[in-house]
């Protein structure tokens, strides 16, 4: 029989007014390298750089902390981008041969970037009917001449056109077409094949009216547009790929398709030149690739570099990513990892000076950027401060850190300033240096921790916009890997051609896949840390100032405990090192706990105070007391049918089979139960919903009719998987009493409470264990699994963390009180009082809202308006990508914000909470998506630019209008700014960037009463895995599967796959 519960309709406005003092959904700043990078662009007078993508997202970087974004609403390829020097303006070119003009606009006192006006090529013949002056062209280059607001378009069909950049409308009267050259060349090259496409635009920096046309045939013109006039030709024969024209002017330097370049001189005299001073092939004399860029630029103390990307001979190095530099007799070939996207050097733009002088040299490759000292001799690399590659190895999982004292964090600091890459960094300053960083220092240190497939950690400086790198940690060292090598960064012999040099950080392969990291726990006041992995390992390290030489002790936990009927059929364990091995400074490993059978480690938690460490895995979970390096405890979990737990990662084609066929029996086994009680049932519940409507007053709501939920079966694979791990000093055994505890939460919806004797901290610990009793044991009704645990104090406020009390750095727990235990599940919240265990309040998320629950986390909320209040909330993530925000202990909701794609499962799986209401998701493989959920703690760019604006430069009117689901990389909907377009209409685009107030989309408000202030968090440990229900949850019913396979193909064209185990 169903039950309707009626309520009286009303909100309080106190608390309303208070919730919006305390949330607000803010997506701020994208952290890393922007995914598929497609166009550069650098502006030598403003000292920034912008980077475009293949989904039409502009990058604009400056000093450390100056960002600015947009998107274009067409999700197309930005091909090319050039600055207008000094202007803050930004000239993009799209793959669909469409123009945008980009403003850095200044309100406030901050800057963000803003789309001023856009053009669109008439579209060809037949299509549309009409065909404009530029017919069926495509675009194919850009050139912004220097004299005036104009570019010059070179087009596919061999004609240049001109375009005024302050109205982005052709010029007519001014087209040169390739006709105009040809009467130009001599009658011979004239009767041979056609010109083709305008491959190359080069403007002369010392008279703006000339410019240097390429033209695919390898023809070369110089053209003098205010005279309308071509002055010289020069007369190749060999398929154009790029041109530079000497700062001078007497040189001029092409590259071509078959690996070679050629030297041309401008001072020849002559209309035409009909052979190059010099060509050249540097890595022939076998067949190569083509040189696809090359500069030339000239050095005051004699010589000049010539540097070009390609070239490498087809048949031995055909596959590298290579861009050479050349001066003198010195070349050096650096050999990146991914494709090389394009490159400049930061030199001297003022028309004055007589050399170039190059200082840097930036190349942009696929996976991350890489900047070069010239003036340094060996030329190192420039250690970035922004732009680092998070993917230099798949991201396996993350952690952050709030509050790190400023002892470890100088100690971190140190230990990665040890860590010098070879060659040797520079100690040149980073080059772009534009802008200036308004926003105020962070008034507390986080930091953010990846863990990687290859088995290393990164550490990363998350306080602000930047994420900065500051340390690295490898546990490769400690173990005999399948594929062991050389250091991939040792550096040629003499006798070795071409002379390569290994460049960039990004390594996408790793030694072995066991090594990859699962889960990692920091202790920021003993600075200890525990790293688990694939293959069951866990380790113990510590921060150490020093070199050092130390064997690690060894143990091994049997989570099976013998049991009978179980055989491991996965992959074997890693082998360690043994005796006494070098470590660099920085965390060095101590203890290394090896769980058995091998599989991936699951859940990890660490007590510094107490020196325990726990463990878990698909079989079972493990303490272990690493003081006294002796096993505590190991559990297994398993169920007698789960034997999908034993076969591991690699052999899972039978049962995976067997697990499908079993889910679409459950499926039509569901649909005829529930054709057969449609009828009745729906007949029923028409009859009581019109009884109980017409007994309904106009003052009384009903609250929503909850959802079935049925009972998972305890026979389900996987039941046995630990999901989380908890230590707190609570009452379990009565309510007189308190004492250290574990509590471990599994897949099947179990609970296991655990009373722990532990010496006290001046007993002498070798000489007495740690004992552990089993003290409850609870099983929830739906058998959902426990994605969380935390215990709640008297006041209902969250434990401190380790040493955090003892230390005064928090309030001590109130031990007077009554505690609770909140142990969330996928598809409830439940709190029940201890050391009674009986159910308190509870939430059911899934049969109010139709989800289930991802990630949780304990968070503090600030006021806006009061700096000294402030509520401890759960929040959480669905599966649907939504941020739920609860009061605790009450479990009343407060806020609900759309936040991810339900479709993107494995940001969803990435998403990390941090203890003061921001997150972080990936939405690539190689950048995190900072959000906030909190309305005083917000980490977004707040910069400014010193811009030269001309008289004549457009001021674009604006509207506010809703933007469609289009967003950053994500898809969630945002209010944007539309400019105006040439024809006065509205622009598609949407642009976001520093300081430009973001509104948060309308939030979900739910009446509640006033809950308890408080300052204590906690931030709960959750894993993130990508599970069989995760994508159960994405494909849906059957009928919405194939739709939703078709979206992730489209998604997957786009974004590679990210690996978090």
């Not at 049932?681 to 009719?705: F, R």
């Amino acid at each position: 029989m169903m039950k309707f519960r009626f309520r009286r309709q009303g909100a309080d406005p106190q608390r309303e007014k208070l919730k919006q003092e305390l949330f607000a959904f803010n997506k701020t700043v994208e952290h890393g390298f922007p995914n598929q990078p497609s166009a550069l662009a650098f502006d030598p007078e403003l000292r920034v750089m912008a980077i475009g993508t293949r989904n039409g997202a502009v990058k604009i970087y400056g000093a450390p902390g100056v960002e600015f974004t947009g998107l274009h609403r067409d999700s197309a390829t930005v091909t090319q981008m050039h600055f207008l020097p000094g202007q803050g303006r930004l000239l993009t070119l799209l793959d669909d041969s469409s123009l945008h003009l980009w403003t850095i606009v200044h309100h406030n006192g901050c800057a963000h970037l803003e789309e001023a006006l856009s053009f669109r090529p008439p579209g060809r013949p037949g299509l549309d009917g009409t065909s404009g002056p530029l017919g069926p062209s495509r675009v194919t280059v850009v050139l912004l001449l220097a004299a005036s607001d104009q570019a010059a378009l070179g087009t596919e069909a061999g004609s240049v056109f001109f375009l005024d950049v302050t109205t982005l409308t052709l010029l007519d009267g001014q087209t040169l077409g390739p006709d105009e050259v040809l009467r130009s060349v001599p009658d011979d090259y004239r009767c041979g094949k056609a010109l083709g496409p305008v491959e190359s635009l080069q403007g002369y920096l010392r008279d703006p009216a000339k410019m240097l046309v390429g033209y695919s045939r390898g023809l070369l013109a110089i053209w003098d547009h205010s005279a309308r006039h071509v002055d010289q030709v020069f007369l190749g024969n060999q398929q154009l790929e790029s041109l530079c024209w000497e700062r001078s002017g007497r040189t001029v330097v092409s590259s071509h398709s078959d690996g070679s370049y050629a030297v041309w001189s401008a001072d020849a005299g002559g209309p035409s030149v009909p052979q190059p001073t010099a060509a050249t092939t540097p890595y022939g004399p076998f067949p190569c690739k083509a040189i696809n860029k090359i500069l030339w630029r000239s050095c005051e103390s004699g010589g000049h570099f010539v540097i070009f990307s390609g070239g490498m001979p087809r048949a031995s190095y055909g596959d590298r990513h290579c861009v050479s530099v050349l001066r003198a007799e010195t070349l050096v070939t650096l050999d990146f990892t991914s494709r090389v996207i394009d490159f400049f050097t930061v030199h001297s733009a003022r028309p004055v000076d007589e050399f170039d002088d190059p200082q840097a040299l930036a190349v942009l490759l696929e996976e991350e950027l890489v900047v070069l000292d010239l003036q340094t001799p060996g030329w190192p690399p420039v250690p970035a401060p922004y732009l680092a590659p998070l993917h230099s190895s798949a991201i396996t999982c993350s952690a952050h850190v709030a509050h790190v004292p400023a002892k470890l964090w100088a100690r971190l600091v140190s230990a990665g300033e040890q860590q010098s890459p070879q060659p040797a960094c520079s100690a040149a300053g980073w080059p772009i240096t534009g802008g200036r960083n308004l926003a105020q220092e962070p008034s507390q240190r986080g930091l953010l921790l990846t863990g990687h497939e290859d088995g290393t950690v990164r550490f990363w400086d998350a306080s602000g916009v930047a994420l900065r790198p500051l340390y690295r940690l490898s546990t490769a060292g400690l173990f005999q890997t399948d594929c062991e090598h050389a250091d991939s960064g040792a550096q040629a012999t003499e006798d070795d051609w071409p002379p390569f040099r290994k460049v960039g950080c990004f390594d996408p392969y790793s030694d072995d896949p066991r090594l990859g990291v699962q889960k990692v726990v920091l202790c920021k006041f003993t600075a200890q840390m525990v790293v688990a992995g694939t293959a069951g390992q866990v380790l113990v390290l510590e921060l150490s100032d020093v070199p050092t030489t130390l064997a690690v002790s060894v143990a091994s936990v049997d989570l099976l405990q013998d049991r009978e009927g179980f055989t491991w059929k996965g992959h074997d364990r890693l082998s360690p090192r043994l005796g006494p091995l070098p470590w660099p400074a920085g965390f060095q490993p101590r203890v290394l706990v090896q769980c058995l059978p091998p599989a991936a480690v699951t859940a990890v938690t660490l007590h510094a105070e107490w020196g325990l460490v726990a463990f878990g895995t698909s079989h079972g979970f493990g303490l272990y007391d690493y003081q006294r390096k002796s096993p505590v405890l190991a559990r297994c979990t398993l169920h007698p049918n789960d034997s999908l737990a034993m076969e591991g990662p690699l052999s899972r084609v039978k049962s995976l089979k067997k697990s499908l066929r079993q889910s679409f029996r459950r499926i039509r086994k569901s649909r005829v139960s529930g054709k057969k009680r449609a009828v009745s049932a729906s007949i029923k519940l028409q009859e009581a919903n019109a009884q109980l409507a017409e007994q309904a007053g106009p003052d009384v709501e009903m609250t929503p009719v909850q959802r079935r939920i049925e009972p998972r079966s305890a026979d389900d694979s996987l039941s046995g998987v630990v999901r989380c791990l908890y230590f707190a000093d609570t009452f379990l055994r009565d309510a007189a009493h308190h004492g250290p505890t574990m509590w471990a939460g599994t897949n099947s919806g179990s609970v296991f409470a655990y009373a722990l004797e532990v010496p006290a901290a001046g007993e002498k610990r070798p000489e007495r264990a740690v004992e552990a009793v089993l003290g409850k044991e609870v099983q929830l009704m739906h058998r959902a699994p426990v994605v969380a645990i935390a215990v709640l104090d008297g006041r209902g406020r969250p434990l401190p963390e380790p040493y955090e009390a003892s230390r005064d750095l928090a309030q001590a727990p109130d031990m007077q009180g009554g505690h609770a235990v909140l142990i969330a599940s996928e598809e409830q919240f439940k709190v029940f009082t201890l050391p009674k265990v009986s159910a308190k309040t509870k939430f059911k998320l899934t049969a109010h809202e139709g989800c289930r629950v991802r990630k949780v986390a304990l968070a503090t909320f600030a006021s806006v308006a009061c700096e000294d209040y402030a509520e401890t909330c759960l929040a959480c993530l669905t599966n649907l990508g939504d941020v739920h925000v609860f009061s605790v202990p009450g479990l009343r909701p407060q806020v609900h914000y759309a936040c991810i794609r339900k479709e993107d499962i494995s940001g969803i799986a990435s998403c990390v909470f941090t203890r003061h209401g921001q997150g972080f998701y990936l939405i690539s493989p190689s950048e995190f998506e900072r959000f906030s959920l909190s309305a005083q703690n917000i980490t977004e760019p707040l910069c400014s630019l010193d811009i030269r604006w001309p008289h004549e430069a457009p001021r674009a009117s604006h509207r506010l209008q809703e933007s469609p689901k289009l967003s950053q990389a994500n898809g969630t909907p945002r209010l944007t700014l539309a400019p105006q377009s040439c024809d006065g209409s509205p622009s598609p685009a949407r642009s976001r960037g520093a300081g430009d107030p973001v509104k948060p989309p309308e939030v979900a408000l739910s009446p509640t009463s006033m809950g308890s202030a408080t300052s204590a968090d906690t931030t709960l440990d959750t894993t993130g895995d990508v599970t069989v229900e995760d994508v159960k949850d994405f494909l849906g019913s059957s009928e919405e599967a194939g739709t939703n396979l078709r979206n992730v193909a489209e998604d997957e064209a786009r974004t590679c796959t990210i690996l978090i185990k």
